[in-house]
């Protein structure tokens, strides 16, 4: 009779990864039908049972996950993202799940891959990432890879074949903020595109914006007059609308990817003119809401944050802990739409 062998000897035996024989014995992640056939006759071989045990005791242990974070990308990303990440640290808190956040502010992605360095070196090989500038982050992030780090990106990434990314698909967001303009002006107009940085250095930026004129473009009358970049503070935004607003007075709607529609709303609203021009942003934050109640802002395209900062520690987590892989590269977020109708079942207020 053969001797009863861990996993771990399994493993070796088969020259096969724990990982994978962890896939065929939780039914979980793709496996080829020879692999799993192997996997399953040499757990039958060896007698290998699941110690249930040895994994409760498992949980004892203290799995650290480290968080880069971005401050001020839009106003509510910071405390949204970090209380999805708490609400995972408060579930397996029991199983040993612990947290080291830094964060740091957008327009200052130097500091990024000092901070991931930072976790390296306090001996953090799990982390979670929202990239504030992708060239800035890339060789960093690859250096970790190479040295044995798991690095899920939040909501922003590097652009790479392997990822693991949590967030939305800003193409699609793009595209769905585009359908709402052409719906909201079927007589067509002038329309004016606000971004926060240039779309040769940010992607999300960049896909938000085409997949914007993608579908917009399929609504006979809409015109884009002008892609304005490197859109960074409230002042900057409004003043910059002020002057399209001067050179175009029969301007009919705002897509702002700047993430300062509140500001541009209360401009506008100020100035009398709410509900004249239709306004189009992201997320259903705190100082956007009143304007989306008296329908200034005519609509959000929405994302939960907090479920994706949830989702990207969990399955972190079960990765340290079980061996449970990610089943796929990219993991996007429901897209819903807020209107004034419908705000207060939205936000994080």
């Known amino acids: 009779m053969q001797k009863r062998m861990s996993l771990e000897e399994i493993s070796e035996e088969i020259n096969i990864s724990r990982t994978t024989i962890y896939k065929v014995i939780n039914n979980k992640g793709y496996v080829t039908e020879n692999t799993r056939k192997k996997v399953e006759k040499a757990l039958e071989k060896y007698h290998y049972v699941p110690n249930y045990n040895a994994r409760d005791l498992a949980r004892n242990r203290e799995y650290i996950i480290g968080y880069v974070g971005i401050l001020h990308l839009s106003p509510y990303f910071a405390r949204t993202a970090v209380k999805g990440l708490e609400r995972a640290q408060e579930e397996f808190r029991d199983h040993g799940l612990k947290l080291v956040i830094r964060e740091s502010e957008f327009l200052e992605p130097e500091k990024q891959p000092e901070q991931l360095q930072e976790l390296y070196d306090e001996g953090i090989r799990n982390i979670i990432i929202a990239v504030a500038k992708s060239s800035v982050v890339r060789d960093k992030v690859n250096e970790l890879r190479g040295l044995g780090c798991n690095i899920v990106y939040l909501n922003r990434y590097v652009e790479e074949e392997h990822r693991i990314y949590v967030g939305p698909d800003y193409y699609q967001s793009g595209r769905v903020a585009g359908e709402l303009m052409g719906k909201l002006l079927p007589g067509g107009g002038q329309i004016l595109v606000l971004l926060t940085n240039s779309m040769e250095i940010d992607s999300a930026v960049k896909d938000r914006c085409e997949g914007f004129i993608q579908e917009s473009g399929k609504y006979q009358g809409l015109e884009i007059v002008s892609v304005v970049e490197n859109i960074n503070s409230d002042r900057q935004a409004v003043e910059c609308v002020e002057d399209y607003m001067k050179e175009y ?73 079980y061996g449970r892989e990610f089943e796929k590269k990219d993991h996007y977020a429901k897209l819903g739409i807020v209107m004034s109708t419908n705000v207060d079942y939205y936000g994080d207020y």
């Open 249 to 321: 007075p029969n301007l009919a709607g705002i897509y702002d990817v700047s993430y300062k529609l509140a500001s541009v709303a209360e401009m506008v609203w100020n100035k009398g003119i709410g509900g004249s021009i239709r306004l189009i942003g992201f997320d259903c934050y705190e100082e956007v809401v009143p304007y989306l109640r008296n329908s200034t802002v005519d609509a959000v395209v929405s994302q939960d944050l907090v479920g994706q900062a949830y989702l990207a520690a969990k399955s972190l987590f079960e990765q340290m802990c």
